[in-house]
C-alpha cells in the first residue's frame, strides 16, 4: 500500500510543529524581556528590531527540522499510523 505525499507532508508537520509550539512561546517572552530591559519607553521598536534579526534564523531551523522531519518518516510507521486512524 503506497501512501501519498499529502499524508508524508502532513505528519511532517505535524512533528515539526509539536516540536516548536513551546520553543517559540520562550522565543517571544526572551525577546519581549530583552525589549523591555533596553528601553521601557520604546519597547515596541527593540522587540520588532530584535524580532527582525532572529527571523531568519527561526526561517532556516524550521525548514530544516522539517525537511528532517519527513526524511525520517518510514514507509513502515505511515502504514502502522494509517491503519491506526482508519480503526
Known amino acids: 500500500m503506497r501512501l ?5 507532508i502532513k505528519k511532517a508537520l505535524e512533528r515539526t510543529n509539536r516540536f516548536f509550539s513551546p ?3 520562550i522565543l517571544e517572552a526572551f525577546l519581549l524581556s ?3 530591559e533596553l528601553s ?3 519597547f515596541i ?3 520588532i528590531a530584535f524580532n527582525q ?6 526561517v ?3 525548514s530544516s527540522t522539517f525537511l528532517y522531519n519527513l ?3 518510514r514507509k513502515k510507521k505511515f502504514i502502522l499510523i494509517y491503519r491506526r486512524d482508519i480503526f
Open 53 to 58: 534579526k532572529i527571523f531568519w534564523i527561526i
Open 71 to 73: 526524511v525520517k518518516i
Open 34 to 36: 530583552n525589549a523591555i
Open 4 to 8: 501519498g505525499r499529502k499524508i508524508k
Open 60 to 62: 532556516l531551523v524550521y
Open 45 to 47: 521598536h527593540y522587540f
Open 23 to 25: 520553543i517559540f512561546v
Open 40 to 42: 521601557p519607553s520604546n
